[in-house]
């Protein structure tokens, strides 16, 4: 006989935990297939393939077949706009690499105390608001911090 009990899932930051229960939250999906899908890709691609629909992306993943995938696009394109401006990921940009000014300004939200987790979301917010192209860090820094405000 099976013995059911607590279960406890270990993640590497916020953000991935916070993606795990996005996930989980659509039908048929359960903890195993978003474990895989965490494990295989990195959280930008995951995020932009949802949002691109790139069925064939997620169907890589060990566990997901065609179906899940196309669920999975259905279900949570635009419901993962906190994930998409992450440090580090490559998005569009000015002059600057915007991961540049991402990772200078989420240094400056972690040294005024705002967690990574809030810091990775008044960024993605932020560039939400700013027009591409934009390589003020300031700019970046004032508006992450308006939008932090507001939560």
């Known amino acids: ?3 059911t ?3 406890l899932y270990g993640f590497a ?3 991935e935990r916070l993606l795990f ?4 939250a659509v039908k048929g999906i359960g903890a195993k297939t978003a474990l895989s899908l965490l494990r ?12 691109k629909g790139d069925v064939s992306l997620l169907s890589n993943v060990p566990g997901i077949g065609k179906k899940t995938a196309e669920r999975l696009c259905f279900e949570l394109k635009g419901k993962l706009d906190e994930f998409l ?3 580090g990921e490559e998005t569009k940009g000015g002059a600057r690499a915007p991961c540049d000014i991402s ?3 989420l240094e400056a939200l972690l040294g005024l105390g705002f967690t990574r987790s809030e810091a990775n ?3 993605n917010r932020a560039s939400l608001r700013l027009k591409d192209g934009v390589a003020d860090e300031g700019l970046w820094l004032q508006e992450a911090l308006r939008e932090l405000k507001r939560n």
């Not at 229960?21 to 989980?24: E, L, Y």
């Open 1 to 3: 006989m099976l013995e």
């Open 5 to 7: 009990g607590p279960v």
């Open 13 to 15: 930051d916020d953000t």
């Open 21 to 24: 229960r996005k996930v989980t």
């Open 40 to 51: 295989s890709l990195r959280v930008g691609d995951f995020v932009t393939a949802i949002e």
């Open 85 to 87: 401006f992450l440090p």
């Open 103 to 105: 990772s200078v300004v």
């Open 121 to 123: 979301v008044g960024l």
